[in-house]
T-cell receptor
Framework: DADVTQTPRNRITKTGKRIMLECSQTKGHDRMYWYRQDPGLGLRLIYYSFDVKDINKGEISDGYSVSRQAQAKFSLSLESAIPNQTALYFC??????????????FGPGTRLTVL | QKEVEQNSGPLSVPEGAIASLNCTYSDRGSQSFFWYRQYSGKSPELIMFIYSNGDKEDGRFTAQLNKASQYVSLLIRDSQPSDSATYLCAGAGGTSYGKLTFGQGTILTVHP
């Protein structure tokens, strides 16, 4: 089984709809991250969480919110989706206590299309 | 200026050749660097990380770090068509504590 899972894997929605992307991990890592990827722009950090009680904005948090329900679960919400939020979204985890502490492990991604 | 910059590519090399991917960074406090490979539509997967000046080898891959020049590179020896992917360079530490700052990626194509 995959260590980091994301649901749904693909989603098409309409402008103005609320949508939630979910991430679960079995790696036991405290740190979790949400990124979006657009062609030619690399990975951009939306939000990150170092533990259940610690949530931080990344470089592009406007229009997004997150919830860390448990160590293993980190959800990303788009309160009112707009077309320029069409992108590939990745969840990632890391463990600060292991060698290569900042190494991040990525989920399979969610392809979101906002019409 | 982006904090992590990669040579824009795309880079095309013949099968069996050495592919050289380069990355520069602006945050002198950055302490460790990562190379990820990403196939189209898939998630990034770690190739290797490096945090000491010099070379680090893993199979066909060699990462090189020069902190004085703020330069990181990845060499792929005996390139194979299966190496065709986007390669992402990322830095951690300094102002990016606990986070990775990614470059925009370099597309590599290895042609038979």
């Amino acid at each position: 089984d995959a260590d980091v899972t994301q649901t749904p894997r693909n989603r098409i929605t309409k402008t103005g709809k609320r949508i939630m992307l979910e991430c679960s991990q079995t790696k036991g890592h405290d740190r979790m991250y949400w990124y979006r990827q657009d062609p030619g722009l690399g990975l951009r950090l939306i939000y990150y969480s170092f533990d259940v009680k610690d949530i931080n904005k990344g470089e592009i948090s406007d229009g997004y919110s997150v919830s860390r329900q448990a160590q293993a679960k980190f959800s990303l919400s788009l309160e009112s989706a707009i077309p320029n939020q069409t992108a590939l979204y990745f969840c990632a985890t890391s463990d600060p206590l292991r060698q290569g502490a900042d190494t991040q492990y990525f989920g399979p991604g969610t392809r979101l299309t906002v019409l | 200026q982006k904090e992590v910059e990669q040579n824009s590519g795309p880079l095309s090399v013949p099968e069996g050749a050495i592919a050289s991917l380069n990355c520069t960074y602006s945050d002198r406090g950055s302490q460790s660097f990562f190379w990820y490979r990403q196939y189209s539509g898939k998630s990034p997967e770690l190739i290797m990380f490096i945090y000491s000046n010099g070379d680090k080898e893993d199979g066909r891959f060699t990462a090189q770090l020069n902190k004085a020049s703020q330069y990181v590179s990845l060499l792929i020896r005996d390139s194979q068509p299966s190496d065709s992917a986007t390669y992402l360079c990322a830095g951690a530490g300094g102002t990016s504590y606990g986070k990775l700052t990614f470059g925009q990626g370099t597309i590599l194509t290895v042609h038979p």
